[in-house]
């Protein structure tokens, strides 16, 4: 199998390949052959079509990139595996050659091109693009666009409804800073602020700190940080992502803590695998291998830490959506339900397929809707069931993506970070 020298970065070699036995046992956890029991859009199916295409034997077409853009990466199938198949490595391969080599659209190449080379690496262009879009909402004029059928024409009502409201204030105004530790100090981690979430989940990043710091813990927010580069990397813009990881490593590199914490689940997992995205022979490889070892998601730190901050009884019926990128990308399951059970009052419910994704999946709710809303729909139908008041998670896309379904399912539900909820139940 011939791989392309002009893809930078570790490279799946045939035995990646070659660990899929198609037994199939990944099928029935994998989202896409759920709703639409089709083999091609299997994890089996996808490899298969990979190797195909590797040998020659397909070309590059529409119809391969419609099955591998059409998976969520969000690697239900890898835990499910037990071969030990690396999917998320083969398919995020897959995708940096369709982006190198398949002709998309120019509406997809132009919309791509601007929100991953042009926005996502530039702090200063997502906080004036998020003014922009704080003026479209709070200006009254996101009311008359969707009173005319303008979006509908356009076919961008549904991803409208998606859009995150932006913040007052936003959390870049943070970047620099350093959080003393309430009480004795127990341990100095350094904060991974996001990108997106600078613009709208200021709220939340903000919980992240005072629980930290309630919690005997010194938050230092490195001020040269950048977008982690997830989102680029799970959509085969593998150049624009290394060139964020360099950024980070420099920006996080000097620092003497004992972590690095991140509140979003998908990044955390790009975060871990940074030497996924360097070969060996190259000179950031250590480093990006370094850098991942110190990363952990704030909820398995915090469990294995150990909650020193007084909580006050939080009473309500609480479930739990599992991140992707959480469960199978970082193998995180139990710390977040530990954290919930340790609130005094909680009554926590197990959700019906929490480890199934929401529809989230990065930007796979704006590129694929009408899946991400099908996903979504069941979700809620399972939420409804456990009649909990409160649907938590452990990442910012869940968390947007079931605050739409809580809205446009009407399920009257709250839907909340576990840091959230942590923060709420401080005794201040
Ligand atoms: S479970 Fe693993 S080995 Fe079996 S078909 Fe799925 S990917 Fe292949
Ligand atoms: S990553 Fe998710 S959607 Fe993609 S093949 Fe695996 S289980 Fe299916």
Known sequence: MSAPLTISGALPVYEDYARCVHCGLCLNHCP????????????????????????????????????????????????????????????EYARAKIAMRYNRPWLSRLARSFFFQHLLPHPERIAAFAKFLRFYQKSGLQSVVRSTKLLRLLGLAER?????????????????????????????????????????????????????????????????????????????????????????????????????????????????????????????????????????????????????????????????????????????REAPRQLLRAIPGVDFSELPFSDICCGSAGIYNVTQTEASLGLLAEKMSYAVGTRAKIIATANPGCLLQLRAGAELHRTGQEVLHIVELLDRALER
Request: include cysteine.
């Open 160 to 332: 409208e409804k998606l859009l995150p409201t932006i913040d007052e204030e936003f959390f870049f105004a943070q970047l620099g800073k350093t959080f003393p530790a309430t009480g004795p100090l127990r341990s100095r981690v350094a904060f991974f602020a996001g990108c997106i979430a600078n613009v709208t989940f200021t709220k939340l990043n903000e919980a992240t700190i005072r629980v930290l710091t309630a919690n005997g813990c010194e938050v230092l927010v490195p001020g040269e940080q950048f977008c982690c580069g997830a989102l680029a990397a799970h959509a085969g813009e593998r150049e624009a992502a290394r060139k964020l990881a360099r950024k980070n490593l420099r920006a996080f590199g000097q620092g003497n803590f004992d972590a690095i914490l991140t509140n979003a689940a998908g990044c955390g997992s790009t975060l871990k695998e940074y030497g996924h995205l360097f070969a060996k022979d190259e000179p950031e490889y250590a480093a990006a291998t370094a850098f991942g070892g110190l990363v952990k998601d704030v909820t398995e730190f915090l469990a294995k830490l150990g909650l020193s901050a007084r909580l006050k009884p939080l009473t309500a019926r609480v479930t739990y959506q599992d991140s992707c990128h959480l469960l199978h990308g970082q193998r995180v």
């Open 32 to 91: 896409t052959y759920r709703l639409w029991q089709l083999e091609a859009d299997s994890p089996r199916g996808r490899i298969r079509q990979m190797v195909l295409e590797a040998e020659g034997q397909i070309p590059l077409s529409s119809h391969f990139v419609e099955h591998i853009d059409k998976c969520l990466d969000c690697r239900s199938c890898e835990t499910a595996c037990p071969s030990g198949v690396e999917y998320g490595k083969l398919v």
